[in-house]
């Protein structure tokens, strides 16, 4: 669509009442180089379900299961008449095993098995979308849209060769109480995190002992997050702490690598351990401290 066709269609839809745009998107197909754009965004991989909310005379799964022979996926709209078309040329096409068409509500959909989510929405009802999306999708489902957004959730990439495809990587649930142990030089310390999300944003603070240190260069990809902290710890010193693992429900299995910081340089004497921090509904880091100043 032309920037000038894009107005239109906005104004048409303006007009309509709240009511109607919380329930149905007038169906304008995307042109195909912004369909395009959006398969390619997707970097599909063998094994990849994709579903298209609002998948009108799908377009834009046939594009992506013709890109990739390994991908499968369903569409789903609440015009029973492109439904039966978009199933008819499923059919045409000999992509019937590979992609189903239903007669449903976005609303309604089953997203807990989706890899890639395709939409092109009226933007309110993908902003309306934006929470079961968080909600049922698992971590790192990769979430594409022509040319509307998601409000404050920022995607991860834009594609501005043309009008914006924009894409997001679903975050892992981070936010809240961690505890985990490191043992150093045949002491356990623990360590107490608490950290604060806002979709794929992320700070947070830790306590191990008596101190409390921020952490820094916080990432969150899908379920990967890494992140560095630098803490003195008794009987070790200042130790900077570089994590990295994959988040699985209330668990994060990774590793982290130490290295003694002297004068404010990396020593030589570094080590990789294990890690495994498991989440709690309370935490020690708000626990007394004392009037010893660390």
Not at 277 to 288: D, G, I, L, N, V
């Amino acid at each position: 669509m032309r920037w000038w066709q894009v107005a239109a269609l906005c104004a048409s839809l303006a007009a309509n009442t709240v009511q109607a745009q919380e329930r149905f998107s007038i169906f304008a197909g995307s042109s195909p180089e912004a369909v395009e754009r959006m398969v390619k965004l997707a970097e599909l991989r063998d094994g990849d379900r994709v579903v298209d909310l609002g998948s009108g005379d799908g377009r834009i799964i046939f594009t992506a299961l013709d890109a990739h022979p390994g991908v499968r996926g369903w569409g789903v709209d609440l015009d029973p008449k492109l439904v039966k078309e978009a199933t008819a040329e499923a059919q045409k096409r000999g992509l019937a095993e590979r992609v189903q068409f239903l007669h449903q509500n976005a609303f309604d959909a089953d997203l807990s098995k989706a890899d890639v989510i395709f939409m092109w929405l009226w933007p309110e009802v993908m902003y309306m979308l934006r929470a079961k999306i968080l909600r049922e999708a698992r971590p790192g489902t990769r979430v594409v849209t022509n040319i509307w957004d998601l409000g404050s959730w920022k995607p991860d990439y834009i594609d501005e060769t043309a009008l914006p495809v924009n894409l997001w990587r679903v975050p892992a649930k981070v936010g809240g109480y961690w505890n985990w142990t490191l043992p150093m030089s045949g002491i356990k310390h623990n360590y107490a995190a608490v950290f604060e999300q806002h979709f794929q944003q992320l700070e947070g603070v830790v306590r191990s002992g008596d101190r409390r240190g921020v952490f820094k260069n916080l990432e969150l990809h899908g379920a990967h997050i890494s992140f560095s902290l630098d803490m003195t710890l008794d009987g070790e010193g200042l130790i900077r702490h570089h994590f990295s693992g994959t988040v699985d429900g209330d668990r994060i299995d990774g590793t982290v690598r130490t290295v003694l910081i002297l004068k404010g340089e990396e020593t030589a004497e570094r080590l990789e351990l294990p890690w495994q921090a498991t989440r709690s509904t309370t935490s020690a880091y708000f626990e007394p401290t004392g009037l010893v100043i660390r």
